[in-house]
């Protein structure tokens, strides 16, 4: 079946531009989560999805970044006035379930953002 | 989340077995250990999930032993394909902030 795919594979911008990226779940999957991972790093938790809710938002790096999630399924992470140190590969997972370490997360391809 | 150490880096051959340690000293009572494994431009594919003693599929087997303060990765007979990133995930069902650390970058060579 269908796995998570993301939107757009690539992308870049320019430095103050605003940016929206696209996460399509697995189908039915009422976990969502989205990471960031530098050059070379793991993986910083950004925010996660119950639903259509984010219970927790405090790993968004700052208030130029937001996230909503609608019909809970598909997600969009916006980045606005983009900043160099916003380049990154953003990926995003889902779940079955509630969610948590006890469940597998099924991740898609990543967007590749580049801020010049 | 209980915090874990592993390996930077390992090499190996074609055909070895790799083993892969990660420490996690403050593991909960309720903690899962999870691993993920990542190739280069994709995201994390999940491996293996344990709670105590071994589990076992089809991929690699997961030694954990009974205090649970470290477990072991073993990836049987590796193939240049098993080149990648290896992450080790402990936390509980509730605990949705994952922590993927830096990992360990298995090279295997032919």
């Known amino acids: 079946g269908a796995g998570v795919s993301q939107s757009p594979s690539n992308k870049v911008t320019e430095k103050g531009k605003d940016v929206e990226l696209r996460c399509d779940p697995i189908s039915g999957h009422t976990a969502l989560y989205w990471y960031r991972q530098s050059l070379g790093q793991g993986l910083e938790f950004l925010i996660y999805f119950q639903g259509n809710s984010a219970p927790d938002k405090s790993g968004l790096p700052s208030d130029r970044f937001s996230a909503e999630r609608t019909g809970g399924s598909v997600s969009t992470l916006t980045i606005q006035r983009t900043q160099q140190e916003d380049s990154a590969v953003y990926l995003c997972a889902s779940s079955w379930g509630l969610g948590g370490a006890g469940e597998t997360q099924y991740f898609g391809p990543g967007t590749r953002l580049l801020v010049l | 989340l209980a915090k874990t150490t592993q390996p930077i880096s390992m090499d190996s051959y074609e055909g070895q077995e790799v083993n892969i340690t990660c420490s996690h000293n403050?593991?909960?009572?309720?903690?899962?250990i999870t691993w993920y494994q990542q190739f280069p431009s994709q995201g994390p594919r999940f491996i293996i999930q344990?709670?105590?003693t071994k589990v076992t599929n089809e991929v690699a087997s997961l030694f954990i032993p009974a205090d649970r303060k470290s477990s072991t990765l073993s990836l049987p007979r590796v193939s240049l394909s098993d080149t990648a990133v290896y992450y080790c995930l402990v936390g509980r069902p509730s605990d949705y902030k994952l922590s993927f650390g830096a990992g360990t970058t298995v090279t295997v060579r032919a």
């Open positions: 344990g709670y105590k």
């Open positions: 403050n593991i909960a009572t309720n903690d899962y």
